[in-house]
């Protein structure tokens, strides 16, 4: 399990940090999972498999590779993809990625996501705010607001996909 300096010190990689050159399938896992172990070390299983991204790309959910090569492109679809499919589904992950596409590059869309979770992150996690501790209604008020949030953004998603 995570520690709060482990979270208030995470940084999301940035479109330039990933490599610009292309990778093959076993350099994308390993870099995805590094950058999202931190959230899912707890888990039994791998967070990340090439059969879970060979499905995506069948689901056309992202795009296939080139000759078996990986381009920034990708590993900044998956990073997103991987973070978010516990909170939403698939489907609402892709459309909510192609609404943002329409109105900016890949690469403003994916830094923006990155500087809205490291905001989300700080605002959640922030002492100063409220303390963390673990008393019952703090718990429950807290799964309530993250039921609330996902509905919303999947309120969010599904509306401006109707545009």
């Known amino acids: 399990m995570f520690t ?7 940084r999301c990689p940035r479109w330039k940090d990933w490599p610009a050159i292309d990778l093959y399938m076993d350099q994308v896992i390993s870099l995805i999972e590094d950058s999202i172990s931190l959230f899912y070390e707890d888990l039994p299983a791998k967070s990340v498999t090439s059969t879970m991204i060979n499905n995506y790309v069948k ?11 990986y381009q920034r492109e990708h590993l900044a679809y998956l990073y997103v993809l991987f973070l978010l499919k516990p909170v939403l589904s698939l489907t609402d992950i892709s459309n909510g990625i192609s609404f943002m596409q329409n109105n900016q590059t890949n690469e403003e869309t994916y830094n923006l996501f990155c ?4 905001a989300a992150l700080a605002m959640a996690f922030d002492v100063n705010e ?4 673990r008393r019952p209604n703090d718990i429950i008020q807290t799964i309530a607001l993250a039921f609330a949030y996902t509905l919303l953004a999947r309120y969010y998603i599904a509306s401006n996909k109707e545009k």
Request: overall charge negative.
């Open 115 to 118: 500087d809205e979770l490291e």
């Open 130 to 133: 409220h303390p963390i501790e």
């Open 59 to 69: 689901q056309k959910i992202i795009v296939p590779s080139n000759n078996k090569k």
């Open 4 to 10: 709060l300096d482990e979270i208030r010190a995470y």
